[in-house]
């Protein structure tokens, strides 16, 4: 333990690969237990959209989906910037760590603030579900399937529940993109003092799981919420 | 290790080294975690069983005179509450599991101890949210939460104790990952899996639920909250969602849950037979598996809660099917356990009279599981008394027997006491009578049909209820006892030797209570239970010099 990096080496570990393994099969159990707690979100809109298809599709067509797709496209660009981060972290080139870094926080700020204007086009419009929650079929649409006044209304209505599991999950998604900027910041400090190399880069690996972990999350919602209801409009 | 056992001082241990209150409140130490889950564990379970007390007092006579209808919701509702989430779901894993995971794979501490001081301080914040929510009007809608009763019409303490259970899943989380990488990446060389103390194959797959069940009960939770107090309708009926739904998500927790309690007892059985028959433990191979096999299985049952909810009988009979499969691994472990203390020198101290109560009363409970599996038995007795007098035995008479046995075979070692063995075998046969006492009346009172949750019942249900108040007092007597003369020993105990039941794991081998780092030489690896072992006679021989041999009480 007497060599030159033993800080970072926890005392109760023999090695530093006993460190990193267990440092990474921890974030892997971290990671399932993620995929579970979306998992119970992603049951239930599935379980909604196959028993409420027209409605939940009427209701997606109220999506900006250019907005989303250039979120998509933000992501798909950070996780290439932070796959680099990792890279240079085990290669211990500091500037390159901390360059990509940045970028990689740069890109999920604005991620950020697409997903705020998206936000406040939603309460502008009060399809934000609760007691002003305000949706109307389209009489284009009324027309092109028939639909009775009853049907109008409970369509109305499915598409709060649309938009709660919209709100729900795009949300929660937001906020671990909010935990993760979070974290890219308090890793900026250990990356400037230059602590990572070949032994010791698991914090980085890890950030690099969760963050690209967080985008395969938006890679699922942005095709389910936005594109799935699009495209049965307009083929209909 | 080599450089602790240079600095090491027999008179210094985890306990001693450091008594301030700073040294406790910030430690990282595994051992000292496990105390203060522990003393918290101790402290919920008194508040669960003050309500589990109102309840039996309420239902001594037919008529609804002590507590109104409201106030009986609330308590019956509290009574569950604290129990499961602040009580049965973290005592065996954060106390048991905490102290024993690192010494059991010859580790010097768990995977990441600051993860697991932090899980503490989490379970601690849902707990104050729980007596927060208890002060300040409790809650009604029984600990399930359904809805729309819990989004829309309750009008108590709702969202104070879900966001209490939400919290404290990441408190069983944290743990759970902890111990799953401590197993993985932290056993001592030698220590293949295949030796691994049976008690740790419990602990893994309790750990494998908590981590892939306990996010699924968040996230539901979380949707309640949202739709109760930001007005989102995932499960609002008025607008076309589903209530079933939220069923269906609670228990693909809630089903595994029951494991999550029951499983890490299990593992404590196995250590507490093959220890007190003094014999290799009879198909290691299968009790393991068997532990894995039900955190499997555990998973794909949930819906045997439902059947009265109307789903679909083809999804019903597939249900009732795999709920009654996870009878052959359970009786797989029973018939192992059996066989090894078929001809072995059985001695019946206090962990092993909990052991052998352990086995009555968990297989009354695990028949009448299969019972209610029976699709047309289950809709007869349905949220009656019998589906009460089931999972109590399940739960108080599996997983808290488990607990206490543990508590009282590990006793010395996290310790370093002994404590006074006639009270300690008294109050393990108080636990044992009060239970059936309460508990095996109910049985028949809900085969008569007295529903479960209400506060009055017409009079001719009068005698059995009285027995089963009677036996709650018992009950309460036996689990008033060890805190009492546990406390007593902690102090004023006899020293308590290394090994002093002349056992075959690990943590035997190091002094009791341990030094900080755990092991003061590297521990001897030997096959699993092996107590045909030179080492292990030899402390037997060591042990027979210090300990005056104790009589047997009941052979
Ligand atoms: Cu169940």
Redesign the pocket.
Known sequence: MANGHSTTLHHHFESYDQQRNASSLGMWFFLAQEVMFFGGLFTAYMIYRTQNGLDFAVASSHLNIPLGALNTAILIASSFTMAMAVKKSVLAQRKAIVGYLILTLILGCGFLVVKYFEYAEKFEHNTVPGSSFEFHVEPELIAQYDLSPERVVTMEKRAEIFFSLYFMMTGLHALHMVIGVGIGIWLMFPAMAGKFNMDYHNPVENFGLYWHFVDLVWIFLFPLLYLLGGNALAGG | MSAHAESYDPNVNYLNRDWSLKSWLLTLDHKRIAWLYLISVSVFFAIGGFFAMLIRMELLTPQGDLLSPDTYNRVFTQHGVVMIFLFLIPSIPAVLGNFLVPLMVGAVDVAFPRLNLLSWYIYTVAGILVILALITGGVDTGWTFYTPLSSTYANSQVMLVAIAVFVNGFASILTGLNFLVTIHTMRAKNLTWGKLPLFIWAMYATSLINVLGTPVVAITLLMAGAERVLGLGIFDPALGGDPILFQHLF?FY??PA?YIMILPAFGVISELIAAFSRKKIFGYTFIAASSVGIAILGFI??A??MFTTGMSAYAATVFSAL?MLIAVPTAVKVINWTATMYQGSVSWETPMLYAVGFLGLFLIGGLTGVMLATLGLDIHVHDTYFVVAHFHYVMVGGAIMGFLGGIHYWWPKMTGRLYNGSISKVSAILVFVGFNLTFFPQFLLGYMGMPRRYHAYPEEFQALNVFSTAGATVLGLGYILPAFYLTYSLFKGEKAPANPWGAMSIEWQTPSPPPLHNFVTPPVITEPYDYEHELIKEQIAELKKHVKPQEVPLG
Do not use: K, L, Y
Request: aromatic share 22%; proline share 0%.
């Open positions: 228990w809630s089903h029951v049952v949930w045997h809660h709920t």
